[in-house]
């Protein structure tokens, strides 16, 4: 047996690949990390399946004894302050648990497994203010971050890197642009629309559904076709090297939103809410998947239709 790692195992992308693993890899068991305050709810039909470790990523020491209890073959890095708005308000705290926690992982993993094979979940965010002539972009497009959360993730991309040059740590670098699915956190843009008709449609809610930047372009790829892909990325990805995981395909909010009311025959009024405007917005986000592609076979299989189905139907049910 082989021992995969999950950090952020409790949250959207986390569980889903710990579903993944447990369906499709018999021969790896499952651990992830979790911190006294972590949320259960999306784990909980495979508690009995996966071995839990309390850490938090901030604290080197409780780091440092979670990796020697564990010394996985495989770590998944995907805890993360992961909301761009909240990084804004948080910018210290974004930088300390994106950076700083990875940095702490990377030490213990040192220390511990110096062989394990780390993927790291950087973010299309990194690449910000992407002109025209950019798209679909490319794994060596310039880097324009336009967030503390994508200056955070810029920083943990480069660790990655330099981990890898300096001390050879098998670090897979993927940066994936936005994925969706069931368990979405409602924050998030598809997840939010979703809610709001979900609640809409109940009656709970009066029939106005509130947005920000409609404007903005971004691409989605379906959370499971992610996960999947970050097996990949540890199997088949060469060490030190970047990746982008995308669709190829990219939808501006307000298409979105358009394909969301679609499937849903409530009558909604749509309103702008000034609170979710932010200081500057990633313009678009159209990404070029072929040398993930090449080097691992990986393209996207859920078309985006579905993943809005399945959002919407989570909704409903909860
Ligand atoms: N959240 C939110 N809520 N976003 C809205 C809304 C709204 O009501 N209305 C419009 N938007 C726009 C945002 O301004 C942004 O342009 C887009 O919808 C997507 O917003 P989010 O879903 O919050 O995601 P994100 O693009 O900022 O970041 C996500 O993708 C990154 C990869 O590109 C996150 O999942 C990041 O963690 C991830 O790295």
């Not at 790291?120 to 060596?140: F, L």
């Not at 991309?157 to 936005?178: A, H, P």
Request: hydrophobic share 35%; charged share 25%.
């Amino acid at each position: 047996m082989t021992k995969a790692l999950i950090t952020g195992i409790t949250g959207f992308a986390g569980s889903h690949l710990a579903e993944w693993l447990l369906n499709n890899k018999k021969d790896v068991e499952v651990y992830g990390t979790y911190r006294l305050r972590s949320r259960m709810e999306h784990i909980q039909h495979i508690l009995n399946d996966i071995h839990l470790v309390e850490c938090e990523l901030k604290d080197p020491h409780s780091v440092n004894e979670m990796m020697k209890t564990i010394k996985p073959d495989f770590i998944f890095h995907l805890a993360a302050q992961s909301f761009v708005p909240t990084s804004w308000n948080s910018p210290a705290e974004t930088i300390l648990v994106n950076q700083i926690g990875q940095v702490n992982l990377f030490e213990a993993a040192l220390k511990y497994c110096p062989d394990c094979t780390i993927q790291i979940a950087c973010s299309s965010e990194e690449y910000g203010q992407v002109y025209p002539d950019e798209v679909p972009i490319k794994e060596d497009n310039p880097l324009r971050p336009l967030s503390p959360y994508a200056v955070s993730k810029v920083g943990q991309d480069y660790l990655g890197y330099q981990y890898n040059q300096s001390y050879g740590l098998k670090v897979i670098r993927t940066r994936t642009f936005n994925h969706t699915g069931p368990r979405r956190g409602e924050a998030f843009v598809t997840s939010n629309f979703a809610k709001q008709i979900a609640e809409i449609e109940k009656g709970i809610k009066p029939p106005v559904l509130y947005v920000g930047n409609l404007q903005a372009k971004r691409d989605f790829t379906d959370v499971r076709d992610v996960v999947r892909g970050y097996w990949l990325a540890v199997e088949k990805g060469v060490p030190g090297e970047v990746y982008n995981i995308a669709s190829g395909v990219t939808y501006t909010i307000e298409d979105m939103l358009n394909k969301l009311l679609g499937l849903s025959s409530a009558k909604i009024e749509i309103q702008q809410d000034p609170s979710r405007m932010r200081p500057s917005d990633v313009e678009i986000l159209l990404g070029n998947y072929d040398k993930f592609h090449q080097q691992t076979g990986w393209k996207p299989e859920i078309p985006f239709k579905q993943t809005l189905q399945d959002l919407l139907e989570y909704w409903r049910s909860r």
